[in-house]
Nanobody, 123 residues
Framework: QVQLVESGGGLVQAGGSLRLSCEAS????????MGWFRQAPGKEREFVAT???????YYADSVKGRFTISRDNAKNTGYLQMNSLKSEDTAVYYC?????????????????WGPGTQVTVSS
């Protein structure tokens, strides 16, 4: 079992930046692939980015070029650097982990989830 806790959310103006962190405890974090998802009010949860245990990344088209996913296995922590934020990025952001070396854009493939952190971008 692995426990995940997100941090770093908050209120930022459009064009600004935030860095989200996802701290993992429990099992060996390096054995998991990690993903970030988000859910805006009234909308379904959507994929944002994923990174596998080799460090290979993949992004949703809506964030490509603006967001960067990374991980530090020594610190058992994953990150989502968000730049050039837009009002449509406003959502609760969740990190998730799945055992194995292959990331996924499908939320149901992830075994463990954090409680989420709110990101609000004002225009």
């Amino acid at each position: 079992q692995v426990q995940l806790v997100e941090s770093g959310g908050g209120l930022v103006q459009a064009g600004g930046s935030l860095r989200l962190s996802c701290e993992a405890s429990g099992r060996t974090f390096s054995r998991y692939s990690m993903g970030w998802f988000r859910q805006a009010p009234g909308k379904e949860r959507e994929f944002v980015a994923t990174i596998n245990w080799y460090g290979v990344t993949y992004y949703a088209d809506s964030v490509k070029g603006r967001f960067t996913i990374s991980r530090d296995n020594a610190k058992n922590t994953g990150y989502l650097q968000m730049n050039s934020l837009k009002s449509e990025d406003t959502a609760v952001y969740y990190c998730a982990a799945k055992i194995g070396g292959i990331g996924s854009v499908r939320d149901y493939e992830y075994d463990h989830w954090g409680p989420g952190t709110q990101v609000t971008v004002s225009s």
